[in-house]
């Protein structure tokens, strides 16, 4: 059975990312010493900033675990989506489009916020906690 990790103050230490294949792999060194790894399938949107030589986690949020607010969605969504520089414009039906895309599970979407460093946004077909 899985158990949920605590991603809480937790260090991403590694990232591989697929493009022909559209995979992401996130690896996370917990406060516990364990490591955990995050894997997301069918990346259709991502975007890395700010990662440096510390990057330390204060929330891993995915919406098949946890219900993210309309605005929220479209907020992060839009960040994945621009580039420096020059923020991307999204359009009501597009934001509406990713929500009920979201709220019926065709896609996914991971969050995570840092407290030192890196911060992530995907959108894709699926996440999955490697153990």
């Known amino acids: ?17 697929a493009r022909d294949r559209q995979h992401l792999l996130l690896n996370f060194q917990l406060v516990d010493g364990d490591l955990a790894v995050v894997r997301c399938d069918g990346v259709t949107h991502f975007r890395l900033g700010e990662m440096g030589l510390q990057n330390v986690t ?23 989506c621009s580039r420096d520089g020059h923020e991307h414009a999204m359009t009501d039906s597009r934001a ?27 959108l894709c077909k699926s996440v999955t906690h490697v153990e």
Not at 64 to 79: A, G, V
């Open 1 to 17: 059975m899985y158990q949920q990790k605590n991603y809480h103050d937790a260090e991403l230490v590694g990232l591989y990312y």
């Open 96 to 122: 509406a489009y990713f929500r009920t895309s979201i709220r019926h599970r065709q896609f996914t979407l991971l969050v995570l916020e840092p407290s030192v460093g890196a911060e992530v946004a995907v």
């Open 58 to 80: 204060s929330r891993l949020l995915i919406s098949s675990e946890r219900e993210f607010q309309p605005d929220e969605i479209r907020n992060h969504i839009n960040w994945a």
